[in-house]
């Protein structure tokens, strides 16, 4: 039974099901010491856990779902008494701000499956990130994924104004399966265009950008995005003003984190004061069909939207 649900799991986090929990997923049985880590966000006492010390190679899985979530060449040793990992499986974990307003809680993408606690700035490898994860919320396979990620594809999450532009100039990118314009960013369940649009939702007009990694890169990607809006502009984009407009990248991962941060500071360098906020990517409500190839359909192009080389 515990094979078949990690292949259904393995396959719904290939499919892009990571960015909410899987409706009708038989999770596995936990005993009450992992439903206090996994379901009530208790944390194991330090140097107690099975995976403290290992370094076999596999994956690292939720010990709730199967969903893999960390490589084994991604685990070290931080002395901290708790699995170590510098980085994770693209879209696997997500993190949110913890209940006690000052750390930054992490859990499974799939399930939400409490793991533990992320910190930066510790310098103790060179991706500077530590994933502090309970033994009790993880579990441990023998394999490698490398073969199962080549050739999947990968979603980025673009802000940059009204998404109709914005999905406009990533639709003919050679690479990209689809562009969907949506939501992202806020607390609100589910939100329509009216909610946006007032302004006071938290969600920004997104573009999901879905493509195939084989053919076209992240930086790729993020590089377009520079340079078919303004990321100067502090209150929106063009005459579009509000915080549904403003300039973000939602980021999946560390790996994604960086290239912005590299981005934004060779644009800085070339005495661009860059507003484009670095966000970590929430819950996509896609938007109403109707603004879906908005411009296709009107057989227009943006009108506050321009191509300018900046790179």
């Not at 533990?116 to 490698?144: A, M, P, Y």
């Amino acid at each position: 039974m515990k094979i078949v649900l990690f292949i259904l799991s393995l396959l719904a986090i290939l499919q892009g099901s990571g960015t909410g929990i899987m409706k009708n997923q038989i999770w596995n049985e936990l005993t009450q010491e992992e439903k206090n880590v996994i379901e009530h966000k208790g944390t194991e006492r330090p140097f107690s856990g099975k995976y403290y010390k290992t370094n076999e190679e596999g994956v690292y899985l939720c010990k709730r779902c199967n969903a893999p979530l960390y490589k084994s060449d991604a685990k070290f040793d931080s002395g901290c008494g708790w699995p170590s990992f510098d980085d994770e499986i693209a879209g696997a974990v997500k993190r949110v701000p913890d209940a006690d307003g000052r750390r930054v809680e992490i859990i499974c993408a799939n399930c939400e499956a409490h793991l533990g606690h992320v910190f930066e700035g510790e310098g103790l490898t060179d991706k500077n990130v530590r994933h502090c994860v309970n033994s009790l919320s993880i579990d441990f396979k023998h394999q490698d994924l490398k073969p199962l990620m080549l050739s999947k594809n990968k979603k980025a999450y673009f802000a940059g104004g009204c998404f109709w532009g914005v999905e406009y100039y990533f639709e003919d990118v050679d690479g990209v399966i689809s562009a969907d314009s949506g939501y992202m960013g806020g607390a609100l369940k589910n939100p329509t265009y009216k909610d946006v649009s007032r302004g006071d939702s938290g969600h920004l007009e997104v573009v999901e950008v879905t493509y195939d990694p084989t053919k076209v890169d992240y930086e790729t990607l993020a590089r377009l995005f520079f340079e078919i809006h303004d990321p100067t502009q502090k209150n929106g984009q063009g005459p579009d003003i509000g915080e549904q407009y403003l300039s973000a990248v939602f980021v999946s991962d560390e790996s994604e984190r960086k290239i912005i941060e590299k981005l934004t500071n060779l644009l800085e360098s070339k005495g661009l004061d860059v507003a484009t906020k670095i966000v970590q990517s929430s819950e996509f409500y896609k938007a109403e069909e109707y603004h879906q190839d908005y411009y296709k359909h009107k057989n227009a192009k943006p009108y506050c939207h321009i191509y300018i080389k900046r790179f």
